[in-house]
């Protein structure tokens, strides 16, 4: 038994100052397990948009009451030898949650919050039959590096082929000034891997050294053939493997092979750049935001010039804020207007003491992950589904919707002040939610700035000294920045692969028409796992890794279950298949990022939503949470298949 010093003591009662109110209660009730704190008196008010709401609205009388019964729980954890946390059921877990956060958490998320909290039940385990599966990854991103540990873990003989010269795939490729997460650092984490994020919204650099760290800890880089790029992929059926031909960094073919092939190549990988008239006869610097130019990062690299952004979506709207106190003039090109958050804590500092309670207080962690996981996953999902009664046709879509309007509309007011002009031009006339919602980063008060000029138009072309809008002005620039997006619904491009039955995803898909079994697998491409497939992106909130890391967990049930019982090949069921995206069309003709008031970039040509999910988060994590073999169609090894290892074909280097 370990006694606290007085350093302890102090430490602890200089740490609970800058604790979340709402996480410590939730720590509290854990240790004691009184529930005298869930009563009224206690209960935090609900967090307005996506603010943390670390307060938790009480009064200052009731938060020290808090803090000091939370500092006393603590320290008799201490003096009891700091036995381990007490074991919480999914009811209890919910309960908490609902006092914790202010409203009603739904009795079916509390299987996936328990999770977070507790962390993940143990899978069983069952006598190896197949041990010749191997694997070929496509990409060391973020999903590439989860399926690479799995499948190490697994003990699947695996090489993961990367075009770029590192891991971290699109933090890795955008280096743009202002680059970072629009989630909460501490809930865009990889499960069990922690992390003391200096911000409270992690910026580029420091994503990319964690992913980095990641790969350190799990030796991933030696299972990673860097500056090779996969260009083609078919299934050889007799053999029971694909044949993947990718380009190495000398431009030289590179011929593999294996039974199994994933996908991790991500989504918003593929820059889109406009084929522009003129854009070659241009005279200034034009790139795309994903390939910002490294000399441009120095302070006085854009002194004086006059710069252009071409779009005003996500990125641009980091970039904006972040170069606009060192260029001499800045001009944004937005076609449409976004809807944009506030949010206090996006530039905040994490402090050290918040980092002593993760690192000190078991479960505190956990408890302020799974508040996160609410207030951005799920918590906005309900109001994003159109209520056919509501008389309003295009600027809302429901009551919620409208209330939510209202807020974002005060706030965009609130920050352009007496710039009725900027009002205008930036006040969206559709539902707000219908594009990704975006969290302010100084971008109202950039847009206030004497040298910032907002143009509500397209660009038609470029000219030699600029660019010319759509309607006929011109603007001259030196540096044009293309923010203008990612090949989103063109799935696996520019790779051509090929199924059982020759025909290729493109020839099945159509250009941007990508379809499959939960986003994961696709019929006629047996033992094809992809991870960021169609219609699993966020359009809610929430963290994409938590979604890659379902993904993953599905991939290695069904590979388990090869490994168990002796299967070759799994292709995913025809009208399984079909019965699945039929609902998700379904489901997305009923939301918001239908509604024809604007565009996005979830959807097709068509209009059919092919890049985000349809479903909450928790519904995603039960779907994904183990495969159902009836699914799929089930092949044994055959005599005819090559060995594992044949000469030549090995993965592993």
Known sequence: MTAMTDGDHARLDRAIASGSIPTMLAVLVEYTGDHRWLSARFRPTRSRGMDENASGGLPEDVQDEIRAAFADAVRDWWRTGRPRRRDLGDDEVGTILSFTTGESVPPDVASMMAEIVTGPQPVPTAPVVTTDLRAIVIGAGVAGMLISVALDRLGIDHVILEKNEEVGGSWWENRYPGAGVDTPSHLYSISGFDHDWS????????????????????????????????????????????????????????????????????????????????????GGRVFHSARWPEDLDAPDSLRDRSVGIIGAGASAMQIGPAIVDRVGSLTVFQRSPQWIAPNADYFRPVSEDV????????????????????????????????????????????????????????????????????????????????????????????????????????????????VVDTDGVEHPLDVAVLATGFHSTRMLYPMEIVGRSGRSTREVWGDDDARAYLGITVPDFPNLFV???????????????????????????????????????????????????????????????????????????????????????????????????????????????????????????
């Not at 068509?606 to 988060?617: E, N, S």
């Open 199 to 282: 911000t409270f919204f992690g910026k580029r650099d420091e994503v990319e050294g964690y992913l980095q760290a990641y790969a350190d800890a799990h030796d991933i880089r030696r299972r990673v053939r860097f500056g090779t790029e996969v260009t083609r992929a078919a299934f050889d059926e007799a053999a029971q493997v694909w044949r993947v031909t990718a380009v190495d960094e000398r431009g030289e073919p590179v011929d593999l092979d294996a039974p199994i092939l994933i996908s991790a190549v991500g989504l918003l990988n593929r820059p889109k750049v406009p084929d522009l008239p003129g854009i070659d006869d241009f």
């Open 355 to 466: 980092h002593w309670l993760m690192d000190s207080v078991p479960g505190y962690r956990a408890w302020y992950r799974a508040h996160l996981s609410w207030i951005f996953n799920d918590k906005v999902h309900p109001s994003l589904q159109v209520d056919p009664e509501w008389p309003e046709d295009r600027l809302s879509i429901n009551e919620t919707n409208h209330g939510h309007r209202g807020f974002y509309e005060r706030y965009l007011r609130d920050q352009l002040g007496d710039r009725t002009d900027l009002i205008e031009a930036s006040l969206p006339d559709y539902p707000p939610f219908g594009k990704r919602m975006l969290l302010d980063n100084g971008w109202y008060a950039m847009l206030r700035e004497p040298h910032v000029e907002l143009v509500t138009r397209g660009v038609r072309s470029f000219t030699a000294d600029g």
């Open 531 to 653: 991870l960021t497939g169609p219609n699993t992106a966020l359009g809610h909130g929430g963290s994409f890794i938590t979604i890659l890391e379902c993904q993953v967990r599905y991939i290695v049930d069904a590979l388990h279950r090869m490994q168990t019982e002796g299967i070759a090949v799994l292709e995913c069921r025809s009208e399984v298949c079909d019965r699945y995206n039929a609902e998700v069309d379904a489901r997305h003709a009923r939301m918001v990022w239908t509604h024809p008031a604007m565009q996005n970039w979830y959807r097709n040509d068509d209009g059919r939503v092919v890049a985000v999910l349809p479903w909450r988060i928790t519904d995603y994590w039960s779907m994904t949470h183990q495969v159902d073999l009836d699914d799929f169609d089930v092949e044994p090894p055959r005599a005819s298949a090559e060995p594992a290892g044949a000469a030549g074909h090995r993965t592993a280097s």
